[in-house]
């Protein structure tokens, strides 16, 4: 069984950073992909990036390319969502996930997710 855990998240003011980090287990083929997303209030989930279990292969969505980045630490298992230069907007709820055979960037194509950790950027 697929399971994934967030954590990091919190308070950050306007161009501060976070590190989100999302622990997994059960995964057992480098077929897989993770993913991070989140979710605004009031808005559809959005893709953010992506890496391959095996810790090669990355790509980030345009709308956050330049300040956010995707990592993986292979012996711990864990996906990192390195975030700079926060804004106000990117205040949601960040969610990883895995595709146990894709490539994808759409919330379907995802099985697996974890139960979110929240990002708040305020002063």
């Known amino acids: 069984q697929v399971q994934l855990v967030e954590s990091g998240g919190g308070l950050v003011q306007p161009g501060g950073s976070l590190r989100l980090a999302c622990a997994a287990s059960?995964?057992?083929?480098?077929?897989?992909?993770m993913g991070w997303f989140r979710q605004a209030p009031g808005k559809e989930r959005e893709f953010l990036a992506r890496v391959r279990w095996s810790g090669t292969g990355t790509y980030i969505a345009d709308s956050v390319k330049g300040r956010f980045t995707i990592s993986k630490d292979n012996a711990k298992n864990t996906v990192f969502l390195q975030m700079n230069s926060l804004k106000p907007e990117d205040t949601a709820v960040y969610y990883c996930?895995?595709?146990?055979?894709?490539?994808?960037?759409?919330?379907?194509?995802?099985?697996?997710w974890g139960q979110g950790t929240q990002v708040t950027v305020s002063s």
């Open positions: 059960g995964i057992i083929s480098n077929k897989y992909v």
């Open positions: 996930a895995a595709d146990r055979d894709g490539w994808g960037t759409q919330e379907y194509e995802y099985d697996y």
